[in-house]
């Protein structure tokens, strides 16, 4: 089994910047993707960014030029750096991960940690 721990959430004010991390133990395999969503009140859980095996980085539009996302494969741990927070920021946000390990691929989320932007 694989565990994803979540951290660095929290209430900030409009302009300010937060920085999530992710980490992942257990039976790991080779990770593939690690990403992050959100979900606001009331609407669905939607994509904010990911990362591949690679480097490789795709953000949604909405957050693209104030959230960076990063990978640090020695610690299985994904990073999200959120600045010039907007109060639309709001929303649990959820760690993906996506493993194969051995002739199978997994896909696990962590337990979500509130990010709230307001004044």
């Known amino acids: 089994q694989v565990q994803l721990v979540e951290s660095g959430g929290g209430l900030v004010q409009p302009g300010g910047s937060l920085r999530l991390s992710c980490a992942a133990s257990?039976?790991?395999?080779?990770?593939?993707?690690m990403g992050w969503y959100r979900q606001g009140a009331g609407k669905q859980r939607g994509v904010v960014a990911v990362?591949?095996?690679?480097?490789?980085?795709n953000y949604v539009d909405s957050v693209k030029g104030r959230f960076t996302i990063s990978r640090d494969n020695a610690k299985n741990t994904v990073y999200l750096q959120m600045n010039s927070l907007k109060p639309e920021d709001t929303a649990v946000y959820y760690c993906?991960?996506?493993?194969?390990?051995?002739?199978?691929?997994?896909?696990?989320w962590g337990q979500g940690t509130q990010v709230t932007v307001s004044s």
């Open positions: 993906n991960v996506g493993l194969t390990r051995g002739p199978y691929n997994y896909d696990y």
């Open positions: 257990g039976s790991i395999g080779n990770i593939n993707y």
């Open positions: 990362i591949g095996s690679g480097g490789s980085t």
